[in-house]
């Protein structure tokens, strides 16, 4: 298995409060992705990055940002969060552009 | 618009029997095709990868697809499933240039296994 954990697993917060999820990787892969899980909508993309420092957005992109300041980490902040984004977050990384993508256990996000 | 279709959104099938899972794509290029198993809980596992050359690949835990590009179609198929294949499947379709490495994924089909 890919070496990729997130943290926290599981977090509750209140409406209105900033979150920061984290993603760590030991596969030293330049591409690292930020996906939403929700019924109904399958897998979505937040935001990703090709590189340390170079960040995009994805489709779902509002109300999140990125940063990637070292290979190993890419960090997703909900910079104020609401009940909408309740939700499982899944990172995900990739070696090369446009092949396999290899995911992280997940993290349960509430926002009450 | 790049786009894949997984159009059984819920399956169900007895143990022992034959499966079948369905997987359309749309893409102006040549794709990479994924196939990815999701158990409750748990993150997406890849079971098998298409990039090339022989249009049958095999996977992990006895899976395998087919590539047709004249039907735009990579379906999962596995002959006789057991109860531990109980689980959500998801079909993706990449491209290895231009692309920053973004797959799109499909919207998943729930495969339910009856005793």
């Known amino acids: 298995d890919a070496g990729i954990t997130q943290s926290p697993r599981h977090k509750v917060t209140e409406t209105g409060t900033p979150v920061t999820l984290r993603c760590h990787q030991t596969e030293n892969h330049r591409y690292m992705y930020w996906y939403r899980q929700d019924p109904g909508h399958g897998l979505r993309l937040i935001h990703y990055s090709y590189g340390v420092k170079d960040t995009d957005k994805g489709e779902v992109s509002d109300g999140y940002s990125v940063s990637r300041s070292k290979t190993e980490d890419f960090l997703l902040t909900l910079e104020s969060a609401t009940s909408s984004q309740t939700s499982v977050y899944f990172c995900a990384i990739s070696g090369q552009e446009g092949h396999e993508q290899y995911f992280g256990p997940g993290t349960r996000l509430t926002v009450t | 618009a790049q786009s894949v279709t997984q159009p059984d959104i819920h399956i169900t099938v007895s143990e022992g029997a034959s499966l079948e899972l369905r997987c359309n794509y749309s893409y102006g290029a040549t794709p990479y095709l994924f196939w990815y198993v999701q158990s409750p809980g748990q993150g997406l596992q890849l079971l098998l990868k298409?990039?090339?050359?022989?249009?049958l690949v095999q996977g992990i835990k006895g899976f395998e697809a087919e590539f047709k590009r004249s039907q735009s179609s990579f379906n999962l198929r596995k002959p006789s499933v057991h109860w531990s294949d109980a689980a959500e499947y998801f079909c993706a379709v990449g491209h290895g240039s231009g692309n920053t490495g973004k797959l799109i994924f499909g919207q998943g089909t729930t495969l339910q296994v009856k005793p």
């Open positions: 298409y990039f090339s050359g022989d249009t």
